[in-house]
């Protein structure tokens, strides 16, 4: 039986949110199991606030804000931005129960991937609980559309992601690519495959979101930026196809968001924050369509007969 997890110890890392634009320490820390994911605001705490009311679970419905970043909130106004890196790590390093202390409204950006948060876990290690560890299964396909948008959930055997994406530049054009995630372990093709590749951005978007409050904090030290048809960053891309890579692992963070690892196949049509958040509330809101599960899947490890090739196509 797969057991849940979390940290041997707590570690702490300083950066800047990448919208904010403000300085934050963070702290990851060991949680008991059943715990999940949980963001605690300190500095609202250090001002008057109790635990409850600084405190934000990272779940699909605490999610209150989807423009350009994954926001969680809670009922008390207290807020935390730009989750999904640091969700995505946590999901591809099998952690199960983290308290995330911040200092300020967003986790910070380091480089713009989720390498650094990974590294994190590494040198923190990871404690194997007592308590058995929940999967979300996949029972009958859910799909959400929008325009030219789609992102769908349906039954696999594994935890799989497909993602395409199709943008006019000819930095990007049209990009597709998958990952196959293990259940319940730490999962080296994550870190392999996703965990460097970069948030990116457009150069003549930058003063629209800056007036919007938002990319403060950005730069070539932690963002891929296009400039017409050019890579503007110096060290050019980590990986020919970094932006759907970069897609999947937004897509990860934003799905671990169900709380727990899903056994299912994730298929994104340029997909997004605010599409990926809609597929989970349209899951959760049917509820024949997935069934909570404590033991371990059958098999971890995806052979090509096992690829839902029809559900692909």
Known sequence: MSRQTTLKAPINCTGTGLHSGQRVN???????????????????????????QATIPARWDQVVDTRLCTVVGNA????????????SALRGCGIDNLRVDLDGPEVPIMDGS??????????????VQTAPRRHLRILREVRVEAGDKSVALM???????????????????????????GIGEDDRTFKAEVARART??????VDMMRKAGL???????????????RIVNEGGLRYGDEFV????????????????PIIGHFHGVRPGHEMNN???????????AFRWEETAPARTLWTDEDEPLAAIA
């Open 26 to 52: 963070m702290t990851l820390a060991p949680a008991p199991a059943g715990t999940g994911i949980v963001f605690r605001r300190t500095d609202l705490v250090a001002r008057g606030a109790t635990d409850e």
């Open 76 to 87: 008390y106004g207290a807020q935390v931005g730009t989750v999904e890196h640091l969700m």
């Open 114 to 127: 989720a390498a650094p948060f990974v590294f994190l876990v590494e040198c923190a290690g990871r404690a």
């Open 155 to 181: 039954p696999a055997p594994v935890s799989s992601f497909r993602v395409e994406i199709d943008f006019s530049t000819a930095a990007i054009r049209r990009q597709e690519g998958a990952l196959r995630l």
């Open 200 to 205: 990116f951005g457009f150069l003549h978007e």
């Open 215 to 229: 990319a403060r904090g950005g730069s070539l030290e932690n963002a891929v930026v296009i400039d017409g048809d």
């Open 245 to 260: 890579r970069h897609k999947i692992l937004d897509a990860v963070g934003d799905l671990y968001m169900a709380g727990a």
């Open 278 to 288: 809609r597929l989970l509330r349209a899951l959760f809101a049917d509820v024949g």
